[in-house]
């Protein structure tokens, strides 16, 4: 079992930086593989970056250059660091922790946090 719980979120102006944080408790946190997911009114919930284990990292297309996603294994915390936002990032942003072990997949998602970008 593991609990996530986000925190970061907020009100930026178009251009600003926000980082987000997941700390994680209950379980190894190196062994998963965490992402950062988020939601717009209306749509649906789409991948926005993850890092694995091994600390490789994949990016949503929309956000390739300027967000970063990291993990502190000490601190059992994953990070996403955001620049040059747009109105379009505005969403909840949801982590997510996800490990495969004897074949059957494991995961658990944060309450997820708000981001809004506006002027």
């Known amino acids: 079992q593991v609990q996530l719980v986000e925190s970061g979120g907020g009100l930026v102006q178009p251009g600003g930086s926000l980082r987000l944080s997941c700390a994680a408790s209950?379980?190894?946190?190196?062994?998963?593989?965490m992402g950062w997911y988020r939601q717009a009114p209306g749509k649906q919930r789409e991948l926005v970056a993850i890092i694995t284990s091994g600390s490789s990292t994949n990016y949503a297309d929309s956000v390739k250059g300027r967000f970063t996603i990291s993990r502190d294994n000490a601190k059992n915390t994953v990070y996403l660091q955001m620049h040059s936002l747009k109105p379009e990032d505005t969403a909840v942003y949801y982590c997510k922790a996800e490990r495969v072990y004897n074949g059957i997949i494991y995961y658990y998602w944060g309450q997820g946090t708000q981001v809004t970008v506006s002027s």
């Open positions: 209950g379980s190894i946190f190196s062994r998963y593989t």
